[in-house]
């Protein structure tokens, strides 16, 4: 399975592809989809014809997009939100399956904790995708976007194949986890 994370940024959105086969994770291809000054709307069109020219080089079967975190800057929130609304819309335009993880399950998923810096996810993304050099921050996020769903992706599908038995036990799956 060929894996693409993605990295919500106005000014900077990440990209991330990785290949899955059984266990074993290797890098396809990483980068930044970078946007110029101006207006909000020419901006996003940047990043969803560079989604889309991602998508259609590297031929994903699947996409994890991280989720925006609310900002001090109520602001600086809602453009980071477009930004990723513009992201996937390109994904979904391209009949990709969109899976969504937050910043700390991204963390955990790669580092182990939910409070690791950027200097750790970017070493634990060098080495879990043997890469000989570190990615820059915004590729690093992204690969371990796709790392996070790589890992957990089979889990989830598990438990929405069975929500309907546990259910019927008077538990249910909410965020993938099991509440009574």
């Known amino acids: 399975m060929r894996i693409l994370g993605i990295d919500p940024g106005l000014r900077t959105t990440g990209f991330g592809v990785i ?5 074993q994770l290797t890098y ?5 989809i970078k946007t110029t000054e101006g207006s909000l709307p020419a901006r996003l069109k940047t990043i969803l014809a560079s ?9 994903p079967d699947c996409a ?6 609310v900002n001090v800057n109520p602001q600086s929130t809602l453009l980071l939100g477009q930004a990723r609304g513009a992201a996937i819309c390109a994904l979904v335009a391209a009949d990709l399956a969109v899976a969504e993880y937050t910043a700390l399950q991204v963390k955990q998923g790669v580092v182990g904790h939910g409070r690791a ?10 080495r879990l995708l043997k890469l000989s050099g570190k990615p ?13 769903h790589a890992h ?4 989830l599908a598990t438990l929405s194949a069975i929500a309907p038995e546990l259910a019927k036990k008077g538990l249910r ?8």
């Open 51 to 59: 989604v889309s020219e991602v998508v259609s080089t590297y031929q």
């Open 19 to 23: 290949q899955k086969q059984g266990n």
């Open 152 to 155: 957990s992706g089979e889990a």
């Open 136 to 148: 820059s921050p915004d590729a690093a996020d992204a690969l371990g976007v796709a790392i996070c």
């Open 64 to 69: 994890a997009i991280e989720i925006v975190f």
């Open 117 to 126: 810096k950027k200097e750790q996810v970017q070493d634990m993304v060098q």
């Open 173 to 180: 799956v909410k965020g993938g986890r099991l509440i009574g």
């Open 28 to 32: 396809v291809a990483s980068g930044t």
